[in-house]
């Protein structure tokens, strides 16, 4: 089985090792253009393996049709892809297309099903294996797998240590199923579907307002990315490694820093307890630990995030 490898980075490298480790045969990469400095890991490893490497503009141009062409694929794999792929390049392969999806479809479509599970408090999730459909994230289901999410667990804890490795795992499973013949197509409830925004700058204002646990659950599924932004003394700020302390006590305004730490981090006071950083980003000081944070800028308990 002829297999045509579509995605970039890290994750994108390792299920090409997966599946060349299993002995299945790749035909071909492709992967973002280069954007100067190293190569794209995945582009790296199939240089490795003398694979032949395609990086179009975009996968709609013209040309990435006519390499998928050339490369005559059973099977279009898709690992780790932020661009669209069309549905004329996806119909080349002879069996179609599958994806991995860091959710267990049909919740939480889109680009940051990961932030949202952990925004919106979810103690489960998962990642999908689906066959790709002209919809997003829409296609029928080939495998799922499930993880608990940790009361403490960032977006970035939650995919690197759990949702990655299964991943990959995961990818390599389903192909294998897809050359026995025994690869399922389970069609979506698409009632149950969700489908949230991407999380990025745009909807990364940090409401102090809202319940403590809110407030927490939205710092660390803003971590690491786009991270949880707020203001300290008029400047834009950046919150990380956040933990909820429930058992603080207090009557402040949430917001309202009650302790300072070198060590622990800033508590910050919300609704029904309390949140201690530990890590911040600022435009002056880069993101750093809670101790440069304090020697930098010397916060007082008293003073107020989102003033």
């Given at each position: 089985?002829?297999?045509?490898?579509?995605?970039?980075?890290?994750?994108?490298?390792?299920?090409?090792?997966?599946?060349?480790?299993?002995?299945?045969?790749?035909?071909?990469?492709?992967?973002?253009?280069?954007?100067?400095?190293?190569?794209?890991?995945?582009?790296?490893?199939?240089?490795?393996?003398?694979?032949?490497?395609?990086?179009?503009?975009?996968?709609?141009?013209?040309?990435?049709?006519?390499?998928?062409?050339?490369?005559?694929?059973?099977?279009?794999?898709?690992?780790?892809?932020?661009?669209?792929?069309?549905?004329?390049?996806?119909?080349?392969?002879?069996?179609?297309?599958?994806?991995?999806?860091?959710?267990?479809?049909?919740?939480?479509?889109?680009?940051?099903?990961?932030?949202?599970?952990?925004?919106?408090?979810?103690?489960?999730?998962?990642?999908?294996?689906?066959?790709?459909?002209?919809?997003?994230?829409?296609?029928?289901?080939?495998?799922?797998?499930?993880?608990?999410?940790?009361?403490?667990?960032?977006?970035?804890?939650?995919?690197?240590?759990?949702?990655?490795?299964?991943?990959?795992?995961?990818?390599?499973?389903?192909?294998?199923?897809?050359?026995?013949?025994?690869?399922?197509?389970?069609?979506?409830?698409?009632?149950?579907?969700?489908?949230?925004?991407?999380?990025?700058?745009?909807?990364?204002?940090?409401?102090?307002?809202?319940?403590?646990?809110?407030?927490?659950?939205?710092?660390?599924?803003?971590?690491?990315?786009?991270?949880?932004?707020?203001?300290?003394?008029?400047?834009?700020?950046?919150?990380?490694?956040?933990?909820?302390?429930?058992?603080?006590?207090?009557?402040?305004?949430?917001?309202?820093?009650?302790?300072?730490?070198?060590?622990l981090g800033v508590t910050?006071?919300?609704?029904?307890?309390?949140?201690?950083?530990?890590?911040?980003?600022?435009?002056?000081?880069?993101?750093?630990?809670?101790?440069?944070?304090?020697?930098?800028?010397?916060?007082?308990?008293?003073?107020?995030?989102?003033d």
């Open positions: 089985m002829r297999i045509a490898l579509i995605g970039q980075a890290a994750f994108g490298a390792d299920v090409l090792k997966g599946l060349l480790a299993k002995g299945h045969e790749v035909a071909g990469v492709f992967c973002p253009p280069d954007k100067g400095g190293k190569p794209d890991p995945l582009k790296a490893a199939a240089l490795e393996h003398n694979l032949p490497v395609f990086q179009p503009r975009r996968m709609k141009d013209p040309e990435a049709y006519e390499q998928m062409v050339a490369l005559q694929p059973d099977l279009a794999v898709l690992a780790f892809v932020t661009d669209i792929v069309p549905g004329r390049v996806l119909a080349v392969p002879k069996l179609g297309a599958i994806c991995y999806h860091p959710s267990l479809l049909p919740k939480y479509r889109g680009a940051s099903a990961i932030n949202w599970a952990v925004i919106n408090g979810e103690t489960k999730t998962g990642l999908t294996i689906f066959w790709v459909d002209e919809g997003i994230d829409t296609g029928d289901i080939l495998l799922q797998k499930e993880v608990e999410i940790g009361p403490q667990e960032t977006t970035g804890e939650l995919y690197f240590n759990k949702l990655y490795p299964l991943g990959v795992e995961a990818v390599i499973e389903a192909v294998e199923l897809i050359a026995q013949g025994k690869a399922p197509r389970i069609p979506q409830d698409h009632s149950q579907a969700t489908y949230d925004p991407p999380c990025d700058e745009r909807v990364a204002g940090l409401d102090w307002s809202k319940p403590g646990r809110q407030v927490f659950n939205f710092i660390r599924g803003c971590d690491p990315q786009p991270g949880a932004t707020t203001t300290f003394r008029g400047e834009k700020v950046k919150l990380y490694n956040p933990r909820f302390l429930e058992d603080l006590e207090h009557q402040l305004p949430a917001g309202e820093i009650i302790e300072v730490h070198p060590d910050v006071a919300v609704n029904g307890g309390a949140v201690r950083i530990t890590r911040f980003r600022t435009q002056a000081l880069g993101k750093v630990k809670a101790e440069e944070f304090i020697q930098a800028l010397n916060p007082k308990p008293g003073e107020r995030f989102g």
